[in-house]
T-cell receptor
Framework: GDSVTQMEGPVTLSEEAFLTINCTYTATGYPSLFWYVQYPGEGLQLLLKATKADDKGSNKGFEATYRKETTSFHLEKGSVQVSDSAVYFCALSDPGAGSYQLTFGKGTKLSVIP | GAGVSQSPSNKVTEKGKDVELRCDPISGHTALYWYRQSLGQGLEFLIYFQGNSAPDKSGLPSDRFSAERTGGSVSTLTIQRTQQEDSAVYLC??????????????FGPGTRLTVT
């Protein structure tokens, strides 16, 4: 079945540091890829998405590029802020394989210190 | 507009009791999903509805779990004879019609279930 693997946390960075959270996937079909974020005490929110190879999703300074050749969708941000402290989840859906639900990675907790 | 709402926000129950968790999707969203989030298992898919029908029940962990949706809107997840391993946060999400690619799901705040 489909699966998502993302780097284990927690990750602690200083403000204005560069962020990368690695995510790789296996899928039966041609999946769509997502990053969701969960801020402390809040629900899951969609951060960005990409639906086909070489697409770049971006939002709030975060970016991720759909790399089919390496089955990856790494999340990056050039300069993190304290307000970016949250848990980040990589996810996929695989409708072509009849799988409309999201399959999530285990999450990476990011803490940004001033 | 209003987002996905879930009730109750917290539920503490004794082992062996039945519980019902409710989800109100975003108005007009025809697809509805249930997931659960636990420390050991991460985020797991349970079931989804397209309208009132549930084409995929493969994620339900046991026959103690069931779900229904009426009127294409509100959904109820029922757990019978609760066990301690059922303790988790149960998340509901909704989306516009099921389509091939890039379907965005909007999540509710969750119901935290604790089985004592």
């Amino acid at each position: 079945g489909d699966s998502v693997t993302q780097m284990e946390g927690p990750v602690t960075l200083s403000e204005e540091a560069f962020l990368t959270i690695n995510c790789t996937y296996t899928a039966t079909g041609y999946p769509s890829l997502f990053w969701y974020v969960q801020y402390p005490g809040e629900g899951l929110q969609l951060l960005l998405k990409a639906t086909k190879a070489d697409d770049k999703g971006s939002n709030k300074g975060f970016e991720a590029t759909y790399r089919k050749e390496t089955t990856s969708f790494h999340l990056e941000k050039g300069s993190v802020q304290v307000s970016d402290s949250a848990v980040y989840f990589c996810a996929l859906s695989d409708p072509g394989a009849g799988s409309y639900q999201l399959t999530f990675g285990k999450g990476t907790k990011l803490s940004v210190i001033p | 507009g209003a987002g996905v709402s879930q009730s109750p926000s917290n539920k503490v129950t004794e082992k062996g009791k039945d519980v019902e968790l409710r989800c109100d999707p975003i108005s007009g969203h025809t697809a509805l999903y249930w997931y659960r989030q636990s420390l050991g298992q991460g985020l797991e898919f349970l079931i989804y509805f397209q309208g009132n029908s549930a084409p995929d029940k493969s994620g339900l962990p046991s026959d103690r779990f069931s779900a229904e949706r009426t009127g294409g809107s509100v959904s109820t997840l029922t757990i019978q004879r609760t066990q301690q391993e059922d303790s988790a946060v149960y998340l509901c999400a909704s989306s516009t019609e099921i389509r091939d690619r890039g379907q965005e799901q909007y999540f509710g705040p969750g119901t935290r279930l604790t089985v004592t």
